[in-house]
Every structure is written in structure tokens, then in C-alpha cells.
């Protein structure tokens, strides 16, 4: 397995977190269930509007075929490229190990 983090830097907006929600809703969501290979996608938001996504997939090269997926979609009608400027940096790594547990709740 491989993991990517996509990093989107605030502050952004809510007018900006409303495009980007939209976007990962209709298209980017989309396109990346096309790639066979995708195993889960989390979506982590502070605050500020900063943004970590965590996309694990069962190859590096459904990582990068993704991305091209992606990058290949065209805006949709009322998309406004100035609110949705791309991600900031991504990095891939290799998943060395996987720990899966429930705490108790009480």
C-alpha cells in the first residue's frame, strides 16, 4: 500500500471551502473512484480553512494515476478557478505498517 498527503495551506475562505467542498463532492470524487485501486480517502480540516487529505491505495501507481484522473477533469458550470488555486505540496510514502484498533468509549 502507499499513502499520499495533499496539503491545501490556509487560511482559506469559506467562500474557497465551498468551492473546494463542491469540487471534491462532483468531480474529484468522481474521477478518483474511476482508478480501480483506491482504498479509503480522509479528509482532514482545521479551523483556518488548512487542509491535510490522506489517500491510501493499494499501489503507487493508483496514487499517480489518480492524480492524473484528477488534474484531467474540466471545471464544471459556476466553478470559479480563482477559488479552488490547487494544492500546495504532495507527498507519497510507501505504508511500512497498519494498526487497527476501537477504543472503548464510554
Known amino acids: 500500500m ?6 491545501f495551506d490556509g487560511p482559506r475562505g469559506p467562500e474557497q471551502l465551498a468551492a473546494a467542498d463542491f469540487a471534491a463532492r462532483e468531480r474529484i470524487t468522481p474521477a478518483a473512484l474511476s482508478v480501480p485501486g483506491n482504498i479509503r480517502t480522509y479528509v482532514l480540516r482545521r479551523a483556518d480553512g488548512s487542509e491535510v487529505v490522506l489517500s491510501i491505495a493499494e499501489s503507487e501507481q493508483v496514487l499517480i494515476d489518480t492524480q492524473k484522473a484528477i488534474t484531467s477533469t474540466r471545471l464544471l458550470p459556476g466553478e470559479d478557478a480563482a477559488l479552488l488555486p490547487g494544492a500546495d505540496r504532495v507527498e507519497i ?12 468509549r464510554s
Open 2 to 7: 502507499y499513502a499520499q498527503l495533499t496539503y
Open 93 to 104: 510514502y510507501p505504508v511500512l505498517q497498519v494498526f487497527e484498533y476501537e477504543q472503548a
